[in-house]
């Protein structure tokens, strides 16, 4: 089945600066890979996603890429905020898992001002 | 209404209770999943439901019994539960086929004493 693997477990940055979170899946025939975000005893909320058939996204200070040739996708976060902090878990959707998701363990984020 | 929502939000019981978790969703999603998330770990994928069939039961031990009563109802039925099955667990849904958002409901904090 589909294995995700992310790092860092964990970042802490400045107020300010750049984020980036990596991830690698291992099957090919995964093409979706959207990225979440979970505060503190709170559900995970989407925050950003890339289908297989594009390279890169971005959303305000938000953007993932895609390489599918080397199967990984990253997210980058810029001009970090406080309110950035959080934990992060991408994820990708493989035909062995039909719609659901299998998601990577989990980056702790922590911005300090 | 985008919002998966899910009952209660705490549960405490004894390994020896039978206890149901309830999970509605009214967006018309075809598929819906459990999910089971302990402290500082990511969802880990328990069942999935398509068109209120079982499609994926992810070698989940028979103390957990989902069931789908129609496709706005999902329930998890609990029996003879242990200490380490205490987690919160994570409802989420989202429309058939591959590469859709999934929405999460904000999850049932379960202890299991």
């Known amino acids: 089945g589909e294995n995700v693997e992310q790092h860092p477990s964990t970042l802490s940055v400045q107020e300010g600066d750049s984020a980036v979170i990596k991830c690698t899946y291992s099957?090919?025939?995964?093409?979706?890979f959207p990225w979440y975000k979970q505060e503190l005893g709170k559900r995970p909320q989407l925050i950003i996603d890339?289908?297989?058939?594009?390279g890169e996204k971005k959303d305000q200070r938000i953007a993932v890429t895609l390489n599918k040739t080397a199967k990984h996708f990253s997210l980058h976060i810029t001009e970090t905020q406080p309110e950035d902090s959080a934990v992060y878990f991408c994820?990708?959707?493989?035909?062995?898992?039909?719609?659901?998701?299998?998601f990577g363990k989990g980056t702790t984020l922590s911005v300090s001002s | 209404d985008t919002e998966v929502t899910q009952t209660p939000k705490h549960l405490v019981m004894g390994m020896t209770n039978k206890k149901s978790l309830k999970c509605e969703q009214h967006?018309?999603?075809?598929?819906m999943y459990w999910y089971k998330q302990k402290a500082k770990k990511p969802p880990e994928l328990m069942f999935v439901y398509s068109y209120e069939k079982l499609s994926i039961n992810e070698s989940v031990p028979s103390r957990f019994s989902p069931e789908c009563p129609n496709s706005s109802l999902l329930n998890l039925h609990l029996h003879a539960l242990q200490p380490e099955d205490s987690a919160l667990y994570l409802c989420a849904s989202s429309q058939e086929g591959r590469g859709t958002e999934a929405f999460f409901g904000q999850g049932t904090r379960l202890t299991v004493v």
């Open positions: 890339i289908r297989s058939n594009v």
């Open positions: 967006m018309g999603h075809r598929a």
């Open positions: 099957d090919s025939a995964s093409n979706y």
């Open positions: 994820a990708a959707s493989s035909p062995f898992t039909g719609t659901a998701l299998i």
